[in-house]
Structures are given as C-alpha cells and as structure tokens.
C-alpha cells in the first residue's frame, strides 16, 4: 500500500514538474518522449527554419555586394561622361595651355576610374570575379598602362537562396568594363592632349560605346538586386508558414495547460492527505 501511494504521489509530482517546465517555456513538447510523432515534425520544422535563416543571411549579404556593383558601375558611367565632355571640350577649344589642363584632368579621371574599378565589399573586390582578394586592374607606376589581375577577373559567384535556387551576385571587370578598354581609351586620350593633338571622333565615339555599355551593365545590376529582393520576399512568405507549422506543433495551450496543472495539484493534495491518514508518520506509531 506505502509502495503504491508513493508511486502515485511520485508519478504526479513528475507530472507537475513536465506541465510546470512547459509553462516555464510555452513550449508542449520538451523532449521527444512526450510527444515521438510530434517531435519528428519539429526536428523537421527546425531544420527547415534553420536553412531558412541561412539563406536569408546570403540574400542580405548578395544585395549588399550588389548594390555595392551597381553603385560602382553608376560611378564609373559619370567618369565616363566627364571624361567624354572634357574630350569634347578640347576639341572646341584646341589651345595648347588648355590641352595640357584637359589631359591632366583625363590623368585624373584615369585614377578614379581604377580606382573605381577596384571597389571593394567587406573586404573583397567585387568587379575581380572569382579573384575577389586581389585587385583586378592595376595601374603602372609610371601611368603608362592598366593591366587586369594575372589570375583573371572573371567568373560568376552565385549564392544559395532557397531550395535549389541560387542567384548570382556579383559582374565580373571583364563583363563590366570589357577589360582594360576604357582605362586604354583614357590613356591614350591622355598622351595625345599632352603632345597637343586634339581627341578624334573615333574616340570620342569610343567613350560613348563605353559609357552606352557600363550602363547597361548597371541595369544588369538592378535587374539581379530586383531578383534578390524577390527571393528575400519568397523567404519571409516560407519563414512565416514554417513558424505557423512550428507553433502548432510545439506551442502549448495557455488555458489548457493551466487547468492540467490545477488539476494536477488537486491530485497531489489528495494522494496526500489520504496518505497521511493511512501510512504511519513515525516509529512510534508503528510501536502502538
């Protein structure tokens, strides 16, 4: 009889405590035991949510790099233009103290635009392709000449943003700036203001073919920041149902939960007292 109330009573203090940790954490299934088919679905859900949170992180650090890109290239187009109107201001006005002013602002202009061309994100050049520690285009100590990076600048860097999906992040320099194309235009333009020959139509219609194409290049850049945005809208729409699945699974009735443990306590008082009028409370009880 002693055997079986203590049985009873340690059984339902194990209960409150389960229904008491549950309180403690709004949460129904604590370990896979109170719930075997319930808690294979939460494993589930959580790896899922899990995975979730991976590629929402990949699609904020894709549009940081990408908006990092298109910022560059929208840059780059606005060294073109000056660039393109300095050339056409020196051939209307052709004097040679003016020429050397043009093609020291051309110097100029060179600079920024490697400059530019060497963008870095967190760390990494973004227009280096797949060769994102180096800088892709370098400038000769003597200005004579840009060259690209010897292991390359091309390549496309794609991240993981769902199930099977990835998107690409990133213009490699070759894409977006054909090379060295405009860093040799410049140059050149350069040197001959500097001998006092004037820009040449064909380099003038250069500089446009240059500035018609990083722009293009740019728009590219909206187009894959539109793709990303889409995406982080399908991840939040898929991380809202997962948790909505999750909180039916794992979360506990308030009301429910509250009037168990009532109920439970209630019991536990009971077993008690009927516990305290059986069971002897001392050896001298037992001895009368």
């Given at each position: 009889?002693?055997?079986?109330?203590?049985?009873?009573?340690?059984?339902?203090?194990?209960?409150?405590?389960?229904?008491?940790?549950?309180?403690?954490?709004?949460?129904?299934?604590?370990?896979?035991?109170?719930?075997?088919?319930?808690?294979?679905?939460?494993m589930r859900l959580n790896g899922?949510?899990?995975?979730?949170?991976?590629f929402q992180k990949n699609v904020?650090?894709?549009?940081?790099?990408m908006e990092t890109s298109n910022?560059?290239?929208?840059?780059?187009?606005?060294?073109?233009?000056?660039?393109?109107?300095?050339?056409?201001?020196?051939?209307?006005?052709?004097?040679?103290?003016?020429?050397?002013?043009?093609?020291?602002?051309?110097?100029?202009?060179?600079?920024?635009?490697?400059?530019?061309?060497?963008?870095?994100?967190?760390?990494?050049?973004?227009?280096?392709?797949?060769?994102?520690?180096?800088?892709?285009?370098?400038?000769?100590?003597?200005?004579?000449?840009?060259?690209?990076?010897?292991?390359?600048?091309?390549?496309?860097?794609?991240?993981?943003?769902?199930?099977?999906?990835?998107?690409?992040?990133?213009?490699?320099?070759?894409?977006?700036?054909?090379?060295?194309?405009?860093?040799?235009?410049?140059?050149?333009?350069?040197?001959?203001?500097?001998?006092?020959?004037?820009?040449?139509?064909?380099?003038?219609?250069?500089?446009?073919?240059?500035?018609?194409?990083?722009?293009?290049?740019?728009?590219?850049?909206?187009?894959?920041?539109?793709?990303?945005?889409?995406?982080?809208?399908?991840?939040?729409?898929?991380?809202?149902?997962?948790?909505?699945?999750?909180?039916?699974?794992?979360?506990?009735?308030?009301?429910?939960?509250?009037?168990?443990?009532?109920?439970?306590?209630?019991?536990?008082?009971?077993?008690?007292?009927?516990?305290?009028?059986?069971?002897?409370?001392?050896?001298?009880?037992?001895?009368?």
């Amino acid at each position: 009889m002693a055997y079986d109330l203590l049985s009873n009573v340690n059984r339902s203090k194990e209960r409150i405590l389960q229904l008491q940790a549950q309180l403690a954490t709004m949460k129904r299934v604590l370990k896979p035991s109170d719930d075997p088919q319930a808690a294979q679905v939460i494993m589930r859900l959580n790896g899922m949510l899990e995975r979730n949170t991976q590629f929402q992180k990949n699609v904020a650090e894709g549009n940081a790099a990408m908006e990092t890109s298109n910022s560059g290239l929208e840059r780059f187009s606005d060294i073109v233009q000056e660039s393109r109107q300095v050339m056409t201001s020196a051939i209307n006005n052709p004097d040679p103290a003016a020429l050397a002013t043009y093609a020291d602002r051309i110097d100029q202009l060179l600079s920024d635009a490697v400059d530019t061309a060497n963008t870095q994100f967190n760390g990494r050049y973004v227009f280096g392709g797949l060769q994102t520690t180096d800088p892709p285009f370098i400038l000769a100590a003597d200005r004579s000449a840009v060259t690209v990076n010897p292991n390359g600048i091309s390549g496309t860097i794609q991240y993981p943003v769902g199930e099977g999906v990835s998107s690409v992040v990133n213009i490699d320099g070759q894409e977006a700036f054909n090379g060295t194309q405009p860093f040799d235009l410049l140059i050149q333009v350069r040197d001959a203001l500097r001998t006092g020959v004037v820009p040449t139509q064909a380099q003038l219609d250069g500089a446009s073919a240059v500035l018609n194409h990083v722009n293009d290049k740019a728009s590219k850049a909206g187009s894959l920041l539109q793709t990303l945005g889409a995406n982080e809208d399908q991840l939040d729409e898929q991380r809202a149902q997962i948790e909505t699945l999750l909180s039916a699974q794992q979360d506990v009735d308030l009301s429910d939960l509250v009037m168990k443990l009532k109920r439970e306590e209630n019991s536990l008082d009971a077993a008690l007292n009927v516990a305290a009028r059986i069971l002897p409370t001392s050896l001298l009880d037992f001895l009368k």
